[in-house]
T-cell receptor
Framework: IAGITQAPTSQILAAGRRMTLRCTQD?????MYWYRQDLGLGLRLIHY???????GKGEVPDGYSVSRANTDDFPLTLASAVPSQTSVYFC????????????FGEGSRLTVL | GDSVTQMEGPVTLSEEAFLTINCTYT??????LFWYVQYPGEGLQLLLK?????DKGSNKGFEATYRKETTSFHLEKGSVQVSDSAVYFC????????????FGKGTTLSVSS
């Protein structure tokens, strides 16, 4: 059972470059989320999608965009990376029901130089 | 807005010691409460949850009771093991379909033999 697959696992890129973090789930969950994890700040929500075709902004959306063309995929794009976007990014999904558990991927570690 | 406050770490204990990690929340209505655990190099996974006042969640020897009168959801374990070393996150959601979790900043637990 794969659950949530994120790619790449780790990436170093130069400031100003465009980068897409991929996220795929095989649980047919309606809702998907992107969080970033930073030391001392915990997890902060970047963007979310309650169902295919819809997206919404979380707590820290600036500099990021997402799309949800189908149920399984929820890519996160940094149009022009900046050093403050150095972080560990986690994709998660849930069945979208009230009180539902979130299932997390293993994370993508991104370093912007 | 809604928020979760956890005790700051790191928490350092010897094997078989008693563990308490404090968590309090601020939210309107009746949120569901969660504890997630993140082992080194991995994504987050659900440890336990409680969906209404006075509910007790439990798993792997860990327990937490939803106390609405004190807006708390403290995590406890009677005898910790080295394998419990991880980062622990308290979280809430509003119990509405499709809503994301709001996380605390995480507490690092280190258990030595």
């Amino acid at each position: 059972i794969a659950g949530i697959t994120q790619a790449p696992t780790s990436q170093i890129l130069a400031a100003g470059r465009r980068m897409t973090l991929r996220c795929t789930q095989d649980m047919r969950h309606n809702a998907m989320y992107w969080y970033r994890q930073d030391l001392g700040l915990g997890l902060r929500l970047i963007h979310y999608s309650n169902t295919a075709g819809t997206t919404g902004k979380g707590e820290v959306p600036d500099g990021y965009s997402v799309s949800r063309a189908n149920t399984d995929d929820f890519p996160l794009t940094l149009a022009s990376a900046v050093p403050s976007q150095t972080s560990v990014y986690f994709c998660a999904s849930s069945d979208g029901q009230a009180n539902g558990e979130l299932f997390f991927g293993e994370g993508s570690r991104l370093t912007v130089l | 807005g809604d928020s979760v406050t956890q005790m700051e770490g790191p928490v350092t204990l010897s094997e078989e010691a008693f563990l308490t990690i404090n968590c309090t929340y601020t939210a309107t209505g009746y949120p569901s409460l969660f504890w997630y655990v993140q082992y080194p190099g991995e994504g987050l996974q659900l440890l336990l949850k409680a969906t209404k006042a006075d509910d007790k969640g439990s798993n792997k020897g860990f327990e937490a009771t939803y106390r609405k009168e004190t807006t708390s959801f403290h995590l406890e374990k009677g005898s910790v093991q080295v394998s419990d070393s991880a980062v622990y996150f308290c979280a809430l959601n509003k119990g509405q379909a499709g809503t994301a979790l709001i996380f605390g900043k995480g507490t690092t637990l280190s258990v030595s033999s």
